[in-house]
């Protein structure tokens, strides 16, 4: 459906769907990969068929890896109070033009008016503005119409003036036209060559196609005109670069045929543009022209692609452009520089936003008598800011088209944006494939600039190597030396010298097409065919027989015999050649002949155009000799190299979806056991020999070392992981409600740390019940609580932590801690309960258990605090400790329901037989104890006064009194009583 969009950027009255974040591409040919493009900074990715198929599935968890993979970018900012004065603008300086062409969106130039010409104080007048507004950046001056050499004398007058101005403002200065070429002449050609000039022809194809629409008002054919004008700057352009543009009616929608015309006229550089506007309404393309378009568009730039793998540059610009803007990374929130970075100047000197307005009220930004408006210019940008447009803001290519030309859209709406969609989805896949030419060819300027590709692994990649450890840890630095002399392999690092183990006559090195383009790479081509020669005929054959060493090389002037030195010293001596030519000399201890001298050169180990490692080596050679097979180091490693420092005792993974089972949670299991089964429950054995009878051997290590999981927060994970997503959350409006918020979670702490520590001692010791199984249950759950009663304890000081680090930052506005009080309620099962120190009989630890739930309130509250503390105006050092106090939250979860799972067996009676009768002790009793927890509070209180939150005396003093609490809270259990904390 079109849609017109006025410039108001008033945002719609219904709530908007969320902007797609991605763009999944299947890409349906050989060789192709899944790809995503990241809308965000117009980022592609190929990824796993896996991850690939789980994000078409709306996997939250794939999308979650996906983005923090890839990480986000921000949005880019508006444009008020950053607007740079324009770098660039267009003179109309001929408002008429020479033709008449049918489709002409500006009326032959007088856009609805009479025809008018530009007078040269004018366009001095606008270029004084430009340079001046440019303070010394590079400024481009176009001239237009029309047909701009219909007034050359202003056209050469202005171009003198803008180098004059030009220089005395210390700026340089570019020069553009766009002209359909009828009416230049020799002197035209030597001021567009000698000015660097960039011509933009306007042709629509051969003379059949183009004069069917661009007439000469003479009859003469308009592709005629042109093409004799312009044939000496094609043959000549000197300093100047000549593109042709085609407009595309839809009359005719062929564009392959339009390139191969125009490129046989003489043209390098030819694009084409749909018309969308027109007089003549029948030739403005459709809604059912578009996928038409395109096809002919995918059908021109195959034949592009045809060009480019035989050799050949780009000559089709539409293409060409787009994959460079993605190489680029371009991500624009607009079309073009429209009104940001450029400007048109009509006849009459009014500035409008682009040569496509002029003279169109609606885009008009002032005049060169009263200078630029800013403020219209940044009215207009913010309104066209394709995250302010429908249906723009929700679609995936926005920042990619930046929301079509702005003339046009307001014209005739948005017919074309399945087909722009369409050309964009295309041009990315066509980019993955370029550059997989642009390695597999080392063409890294395919795309206009040298660039750094991708060839072997960074891990293999020379620069990356550690060339200090025998022999190698990335790769064996042994096996790039087996390949120095190009058509022979040799044994390096062996008992005795450097044997010969192969002859490689298909060695790429030996070929001339290797080194086309690469003369500094490349051997003499004599030494190249004689060594080849040799290699394909008798002395190849004889070396092929077997048998054969390295006797001695010669480089330089020098040689050194290598057949009786021990074979690591024959490989260093190999390693100390330098590329360039080598002599060798191979010998053999039986049958003939046994002596063989080869001339030729030291193999370049990676090309110096692309870095790329030659292409004689085969995948998996350079790392082959690394403790064959690698993966009996998993087993056992004789030595401290890395596969010897992998885990021992993990826990295991969790089922996708399922609420974290706590025998899964807290069984220790071994990772190299042989039984892989996700229902195995049996526990890893406390010492090495009592597990070795369960893990796997050598052999089967080798096959079956994929399904060695990954260890991640120290449990197993076979799929793509993602920590725990902290629940949405709305952050505090302020810096003062988050500190309130922070005061509350405080006491909230210390209360459920000292019903933990209650309600710990009434849980009976080992040397109260009988039996290993009881003994050993009551003991656990014991330390389990005391763990997870100092957790909370940390928790209270990185909460008090937080308030000071937010207080002396300044961002409060009054000060709120230390807290060290205690709350009143306590968050339970669909509400609160008063705090209260009970046994733990099952209710009460029923109680625990949904006090430390996932996104229960106290997992909710901390949830607000870590949304409020990701927001940039505070440290990340908060964001980290909010989020430790959230993921020891998990883990307190886990605890009590494996506390709830091992006390299972011992909860009958009433009270349980695990439970011993415990009341809470009298003030005279209790005295001691609460006095030292006074204490301890005074000297925390103290500490967090100060902000030393970690190692302050008064810390150190707070923790050895706890010792001694611990001491008299044990006698009071003794005696049947707790200590009466509150």
Same mark, same amino acid.
């Given at each position: 459906?079109?849609?017109?969009?006025?410039?108001?950027?008033?945002p719609?009255?219904?709530?908007?769907?969320?902007?797609?974040?991605?763009?999944?591409?299947?890409?349906?040919?050989?060789?192709?990969?899944?790809?995503v493009f990241?809308v965000?900074?117009s980022?592609?990715?190929?990824?796993?068929r896996?991850l690939f198929?789980a994000?078409?599935?709306?996997?939250a968890?794939?999308?979650?890896?996906?983005?923090e993979?890839?990480?986000?970018?921000?949005?880019g900012?508006?444009?008020?109070?950053?607007?740079?004065?324009?770098?660039?603008?267009?003179?109309?300086i001929?408002?008429?033009?020479?033709?008449?062409?049918?489709?002409?969106?500006a009326?032959?130039g007088?856009?609805?008016g009479?025809?008018q010409f530009?007078?040269?104080s004018?366009?001095?007048?606008?270029?004084?503005?430009?340079?001046d507004?440019?303070?010394?950046?590079?400024?481009t001056?176009?001239?237009?119409g029309?047909?701009?050499?219909?007034?050359?004398e202003?056209?050469?007058?202005?171009?003198?003036?803008?180098?004059?101005?030009?220089?005395?403002?210390?700026?340089t200065a570019?020069?553009?036209a766009?002209?359909?070429?009828t009416?230049i002449?020799?002197d035209?050609?030597?001021?567009?060559?000698?000015?660097?000039?960039?011509v933009s022809?306007?042709?629509?194809?051969?003379?059949?196609?183009n004069?069917?629409h661009?007439?000469?008002?003479?009859g003469?054919?308009?592709?005629?005109?042109?093409?004799l004008?312009?044939?000496p700057?094609?043959e000549?352009p000197?300093k100047a670069?000549?593109?042709?543009?085609?407009?595309?009616?839809?009359?005719?929608?062929?564009?392959?045929?339009?390139?191969?015309?125009?490129?046989?006229?003489g043209?390098t550089?030819i694009?084409?543009?749909?018309?969308r506007?027109?007089?003549?309404?029948?030739?403005?393309?459709?809604d059912?022209?578009?996928q038409?378009?395109?096809?002919e568009?995918?059908?021109?730039?195959?034949r592009?692609?045809?060009?480019?793998r035989?050799g050949?540059g780009?000559?089709?610009?539409?293409?060409?452009i787009?994959?460079?803007?993605l190489?680029?990374?371009?991500?624009?929130?607009?079309?073009?520089?429209?009104a940001?970075n450029?400007?048109?100047v009509?006849?009459?000197?009014e500035?409008?936003?682009?040569?496509?307005?002029?003279?169109d009220?609606?885009?008009?930004?002032?005049s060169?008598?009263?200078?630029?408006?800013?403020?219209?210019?940044?009215?207009?940008?913010n309104?066209?800011?394709?995250?302010?447009?429908?249906?723009?803001?929700?679609c995936?290519?926005?920042?990619?088209?930046?929301?079509?030309?702005?003339?046009?859209?307001?014209?005739a709406?948005?017919s074309?944006?399945d087909?722009?969609?369409?050309?964009l989805?295309?041009?990315?896949?066509?980019?993955?494939?370029l550059l997989?030419?642009?390695?597999?060819?080392?063409?890294?300027?395919?795309?206009?600039?040298?660039?750094?590709?991708?060839?072997?692994?960074?891990?293999t990649?020379l620069?990356?190597?550690?060339g200090?450890?025998f022999?190698?840890?990335?790769?064996?630095?042994?096996n790039?030396?087996?390949r120095f002399f190009?058509?022979?392999?040799?044994?390096?690092?062996?008992?005795?010298?450097a044997?010969?183990v192969?002859?490689?006559?298909a060695?790429?090195?030996?070929?001339?097409?290797k080194?086309?383009?690469?003369?500094?790479?490349?051997?003499p081509?004599?030494?190249?065919t004689?060594?080849?020669l040799?290699?394909?005929?008798?002395?190849?054959?004889?070396?092929?027989?077997?048998?054969?060493s390295?006797?001695?090389?010669a480089?330089?002037?020098?040689?050194?015999t290598l057949?009786?030195?021990?074979?690591?010293?024959?490989?260093?001596?190999?390693r100390s050649?330098?590329p360039g030519p080598?002599?060798?000399?191979?010998?053999?201890?039986?049958?003939q002949?046994r002596?063989?001298?080869l001339?030729?050169?030291?193999r370049?180990f990676?090309?110096?155009r692309?870095?790329?490692?030659?292409?004689a080596?085969q995948?998996g050679?350079?790392?082959?000799s690394?403790?064959?097979?690698?993966?009996?180091?998993?087993?056992?490693?004789?030595c401290?190299?890395?596969?010897?420092?992998?885990?021992d005792?993990?826990?295991?993974?969790?089922?996708?979806g399922?609420?974290?089972?706590?025998v899964?949670e807290?069984?220790p299991?071994?990772?190299?056991r042989?039984d892989r089964?996700?229902?195995?429950?049996?526990?890893?054995?406390?010492?090495e020999?009592?597990?070795?009878?369960?893990?796997?051997?050598?052999?089967?290590?080798?096959?079956r070392?994929?399904d060695l999981?990954?260890?991640?927060?120290?449990?197993?994970?076979?799929?793509?992981?993602?920590?725990r997503?902290?629940?949405?959350?709305?952050?505090?409006?302020s810096?003062?409600g988050?500190?309130?918020?922070?005061?509350?979670?405080?006491?909230?702490e210390?209360?459920?740390?000292?019903?933990?520590?209650?309600?710990?001692?009434?849980?009976?010791?080992?040397?109260?019940?009988?039996?290993?199984?009881?003994?050993?249950?009551?003991?656990?759950?014991?330390h389990?609580i005391?763990?997870i009663a100092?957790?909370?304890m940390?928790?209270?000081r990185?909460?008090?932590?937080?308030i000071?680090?937010l207080?002396?930052a300044?961002?409060?506005?009054?000060?709120?801690?230390?807290?060290?009080?205690?709350?009143?309620?306590?968050p339970?099962?669909?509400g609160?309960?008063?705090?209260?120190?009970?046994?733990?009989?099952?209710a009460?630890?029923?109680?625990?258990?949904?006090?430390?739930?996932p996104?229960?309130?106290?997992?909710?509250?901390?949830?607000?605090?870590?949304? %409020?503390?990701?927001?940039?105006?505070?440290?990340? &050092?908060?964001?980290? +400790?909010?989020?430790r !106090? #959230? =993921? *020891?939250g998990?883990?307190?979860?886990?605890r009590f329901?494996?506390?709830?799972?091992?006390l299972?067996?011992?909860?009958?009676?009433?009270?349980p037989a695990?439970?011993?009768?415990? %009341?809470?002790?009298?003030?005279?009793?209790?005295? &001691?104890a609460v006095? +030292?927890?006074?204490? !301890? #509070? =005074? *000297?925390?209180e103290?500490?967090?006064?100060?902000?030393?939150?970690?190692?302050?005396?008064?810390?150190a003093?707070?923790?050895a009194?706890?010792?001694t609490l611990?001491?008299e809270a044990?006698k009071?259990?003794?005696?049947g009583?707790?200590?009466?904390?509150?």
């Open positions: 459906m079109t849609q017109l969009i006025t410039l108001s950027g008033n719609p009255s219904h709530t908007p769907e969320p902007p797609p974040r991605w763009r999944l591409i299947d890409v349906d040919r050989p060789g192709g990969r899944p790809l990241v965000k900074g980022r592609l990715f190929g990824v796993e896996d198929e994000l078409q599935a709306g996997v968890d794939a999308e979650r890896v996906l983005m993979a890839v990480g986000e970018t921000p949005r900012q508006d444009f008020a109070a950053r607007l740079p004065e324009p770098a660039a603008i267009s003179l109309n001929a408002q008429s033009c020479n033709l008449s062409c049918t489709y002409c969106y009326d032959e007088r856009f609805g009479k025809a530009m007078a040269v004018v366009a001095f007048q606008a270029i004084d503005r430009l340079i507004g440019a303070q010394g950046r590079k400024v001056v176009g001239f237009i029309g047909e701009p050499f219909l007034n050359r202003v056209l050469y007058e202005s171009v003198a003036y803008t180098r004059e101005r030009a220089r005395a403002k210390g700026c570019g020069f553009s766009t002209t359909n070429g009416l002449n020799a035209d050609v030597r001021l567009l060559r000698d000015n660097g000039f960039v022809v306007s042709l629509d194809g051969g003379a059949i196609l004069d069917r661009r007439r000469a008002s003479n003469v054919s308009g592709f005629d005109m042109a093409l004008s312009l044939r700057l094609l000549n000197g670069r000549v593109a042709v543009r085609a407009t595309v009616a839809r009359d005719d929608l062929r564009v392959a045929e339009r390139i191969e015309e125009l490129a046989e006229a043209f550089e694009g084409v543009s749909p018309l506007t027109s007089p003549d309404a029948s030739l403005v393309l459709r059912d022209d578009w038409r378009l395109l096809e568009m995918i059908r021109a730039s195959e592009e692609w045809r060009r480019v035989s050949a780009f000559r089709f610009s539409n293409l060409a787009a994959l460079k803007q190489h680029a990374g371009s991500a624009k929130p607009l079309p073009c520089g429209s940001a450029y400007v048109s009509s006849a009459q000197g500035y409008f936003t682009c040569h496509r307005t002029i003279d009220a609606r885009f008009s930004l002032g060169t008598a009263d200078g630029l408006s800013m403020r219209q210019r940044e009215s207009f940008l309104a066209r800011h394709v995250d302010r447009q429908e249906p723009c803001r929700a995936w290519a926005r920042y990619l088209c930046g929301g079509g030309c702005h003339a046009e859209v307001l014209s709406g948005r074309g944006c087909y722009i969609r369409g050309w989805e295309y041009c990315l896949e066509f980019y993955d494939r997989q030419e642009m390695v597999l060819r080392e063409r890294p300027d395919l795309l206009g600039r040298e660039v750094i590709l991708p060839g072997n692994p960074v891990t990649r620069e990356g190597g550690v200090n450890c022999p190698g840890l990335e790769f064996d630095h042994r790039l030396d087996r190009p058509g022979l392999v040799f044994a390096m690092g062996s008992s005795t010298g044997p010969l192969a002859v490689d006559a060695d790429p090195d030996l070929s001339p097409a080194f086309e383009g690469l003369p500094a790479d490349a051997p081509t004599a030494v190249q004689a060594l080849r040799a290699l394909n005929g008798a002395e190849g054959q004889a070396l092929g027989e077997g048998g054969w390295l006797d001695s090389i480089q330089g002037g020098k040689t050194i057949s009786n030195l021990d074979g690591m010293i024959a490989w260093r001596l190999v050649l330098e080598v002599d060798i000399v191979l010998t053999r201890a039986a049958g002949p002596r063989i001298t001339n030729g050169w030291r370049r990676v090309s110096t692309s870095g790329v490692i030659s292409e080596y995948p050679e350079l790392t082959q690394l403790c064959s097979p690698w993966m009996h180091d998993f087993r056992d490693c004789a401290t190299y890395w596969a010897s420092n992998h885990p005792i993990v826990l295991g993974e969790q089922a996708l399922a609420d974290p089972d706590p899964i807290e069984t299991i071994d990772w190299l042989s089964a996700a229902a195995r429950t049996a526990a890893a054995e406390g010492t020999a009592g597990n070795r009878d369960a893990q796997m051997d050598h052999y089967e290590i080798n096959e070392w994929q999981s990954m260890v991640l927060q120290r449990h197993e994970n076979s799929r793509v992981f993602s920590p997503d902290v629940e949405a959350a709305n952050p505090f409006a810096t003062d988050l500190a309130r918020e922070l005061v509350k979670l405080c006491k909230l210390q209360t459920v740390a000292l019903e933990y520590l209650y309600a710990l001692y009434s849980v009976k010791d080992a040397s109260q019940v009988t039996g290993k199984n009881f003994k050993d249950a009551v003991t656990f759950v014991r389990e005391l763990a100092v957790s909370e940390r928790h209270l990185w909460a008090n932590q937080l000071w680090e207080e002396h300044g961002l409060t506005t009054q000060k709120f801690g230390p807290e060290l009080g205690l709350s009143d309620k306590v339970n099962e669909g609160e309960r008063d705090r209260a120190l009970r046994p733990l009989t099952p009460v630890l029923t109680d625990f258990i949904a006090v430390e739930k996104s229960g309130t106290l997992d909710g509250a901390y949830a607000r605090v870590l949304a %409020t503390l990701r927001q940039p105006q505070y440290p990340e &050092a908060l964001q980290q +400790l909010a989020e !106090i #959230l =993921a *020891d998990m883990q307190h979860f886990t329901r494996e506390i709830e799972r091992v299972a067996p011992f909860a009958t009676g009433n009270p695990y439970l011993q009768n415990l %009341t809470k002790a009298s003030k005279a009793a209790g005295k &001691a006095d +030292l927890y006074k204490g !301890i #509070l =005074a *000297d925390l103290s500490a967090y006064q100060s902000g030393d939150m970690e190692d302050a005396a008064r810390i003093d707070a923790r009194a706890m010792f611990k001491n044990d009071l259990a003794k005696a009583t707790g200590v009466p904390y509150f």
